[in-house]
Nanobody, 115 residues
C-alpha cells in the first residue's frame, strides 16, 4: 500500500523559511521520481518541484532559487526547503509519486505565509 505522509507546514511571516518533509512507503523508493505540488484555494494544483531517483531536479519557474527539493533514499523521505516565502506561496503542499500510470498523493500540509 502506497503511503505518503507530509509534515512541516505551518504559519510563517513573509521572508521566512520552512522545511517540508514527506515520508514514503509501499513502493521501491530509490528508483522513482517524487514531486511536490501545491494548491491554493480556488486554484488548480500546480507543480512545485520534482526529483528523480538519481537526484535530477526540476522546478516551477516561480520557485527557482527559493525552493530546494532533496531526497534521502536511505530514509525514504523527500524534503522541500522553502526560503524567502511570499504570501502567494500560501497553499496546501502535497507530496506525489506516479507508479504504473497511477498518481498517488499525500494528505497535504498547510503552509500559510503572512504579510
Amino acid at each position: 500500500q502506497v503511503q505518503l505522509v507530509e509534515s512541516g507546514g505551518g504559519l510563517v511571516q513573509a521572508g521566512g523559511s520552512l522545511r517540508l518533509s514527506c515520508a514514503a512507503s509501499g513502493f521501491i523508493f530509490p528508483i522513482n521520481t517524487l514531486g511536490w505540488y501545491r494548491q491554493a484555494p480556488g486554484t488548480q494544483r500546480e507543480l512545485v518541484a520534482t526529483i528523480s531517483g538519481g537526484g535530477s531536479t526540476n522546478y516551477a519557474d516561480s520557485m527557482k532559487g527559493r525552493f530546494t527539493i532533496s531526497r534521502d533514499n536511505n530514509k525514504n523521505t523527500v524534503s522541500l526547503q522553502m526560503s524567502n516565502l511570499k504570501p502567494d506561496d500560501t497553499a496546501v503542499y502535497y507530496c506525489s509519486v506516479q507508479l504504473r500510470g497511477l498518481t498517488y498523493w499525500g494528505q497535504g500540509t498547510q503552509v500559510t505565509v503572512s504579510s
